[in-house]
């Protein structure tokens, strides 16, 4: 069975700093393309970071572009995101997921990604 847990959330002041981890279990993503969503309060969830097979190819929403770097460690099955200069708007769950079509292309559709984690809350707020 195919898991994806994500892990790191939790509550942070506003300009702070957490690091997510999305460890993968019943099967290897090290050849496929890894995302972060998001789903803040009553909003959609939307694309926040992507990844290739490899730690060079990147994509970023315009929103955590230059605060947000994604990574990837194969060896351990498990992509991170560092999240630094947290903002109230950065308020959202967080969840992991594995494209299995892709391996180099990053996309930002929801819909293109097959596997998913359940989550992790991630609140910004004095």
């Known amino acids: 069975q195919v898991q994806l847990v994500e892990s790191g959330g939790g509550l942070v002041q506003p300009g702070g700093s957490l690091r997510l981890s999305c460890a993968a279990s019943g099967r290897t993503f090290s050849s496929n393309a890894m995302g972060w969503f998001r789903r803040g309060p009553g909003k959609e969830r939307e694309f926040v970071a992507g990844i290739g097979w490899s730690n060079g190819n990147t994509r970023y929403a315009e929103s955590v572009k230059a605060r947000f770097t994604i990574s990837r460690d194969n060896a351990k099955n498990t992509v991170y995101l560092q999240m630094n200069s947290l903002k109230p708007e950065d308020t959202a769950v967080y969840y992991c997921?594995?494209?299995?079509?892709?391996?180099?292309?990053?996309?930002?559709?929801?819909?293109?990604?097959?596997?998913w984690g359940q989550g992790t809350q991630v609140t910004v707020s004095q």
């Open positions: 997921a594995a494209d299995s079509a892709h391996s180099t292309y990053v996309s930002i559709l929801q819909y293109e990604y097959e596997y």
